[in-house]
C-alpha cells in the first residue's frame, strides 16, 4: 500500500492561489498515474488533474488554464497549482495514485473559497 500526504489546503478569496503537495511513500517513476480528485458536499467525486511519471497531464474542462499539476519525480510527490480559485472549486482535494492499477487514496485536504 502507498502512503499519500497531502498538504497546502486552506482558505482563500475568490481570485486567489493556492498550491497543493502530495508526497508518496514509495518512487512514483513507475506510476501509471497520480493526480488529484475533488468532491463538493453534496456532489459526486470528481477528477480534477492527473500525471504520468513523464510529465504528461490532463485536466477536468472547468479547470484547465487555471490549474497545473507538475510532479517532482525525485522528490516522490506531485503539485497541484491553482490559481484564479472560484467558489465553485470549494471541495475537499484528494490525492491518488495508480501503480499497475492498484490506486491508494490521500485523507483529503479542504479548500475553501470564499470572500
Known amino acids: 500500500q502507498v502512503q499519500l500526504v497531502e498538504s497546502g489546503g486552506g482558505l482563500v478569496q475568490p481570485g486567489g492561489s493556492l498550491r497543493l503537495s502530495c508526497a508518496a511513500s514509495?518512487?512514483?517513476?513507475?506510476?501509471?498515474?497520480m493526480g488529484w480528485y475533488r468532491q463538493a458536499a453534496g456532489k459526486e467525486r470528481e477528477l480534477v488533474a492527473r500525471?504520468?511519471?513523464?510529465?504528461?497531464?490532463d485536466y477536468a474542462d472547468s479547470v484547465k488554464d487555471r490549474f497545473t499539476i507538475s510532479n517532482d519525480n525525485a522528490a516522490n510527490t506531485v503539485y497541484l497549482q491553482t490559481n484564479s480559485l472560484k467558489p465553485e472549486d470549494t471541495a475537499v482535494y484528494y490525492c491518488?495514485?495508480?501503480?499497475?492499477?492498484?490506486?491508494?487514496w490521500g485523507q483529503g485536504t479542504q479548500v475553501t473559497v470564499s470572500s
Open positions: 491518488y495514485s495508480d501503480y499497475g492499477g492498484r490506486v491508494d
Open positions: 514509495r518512487s512514483i517513476f513507475s506510476i501509471n498515474f
Open positions: 500525471v504520468t511519471s513523464g510529465g504528461t497531464s
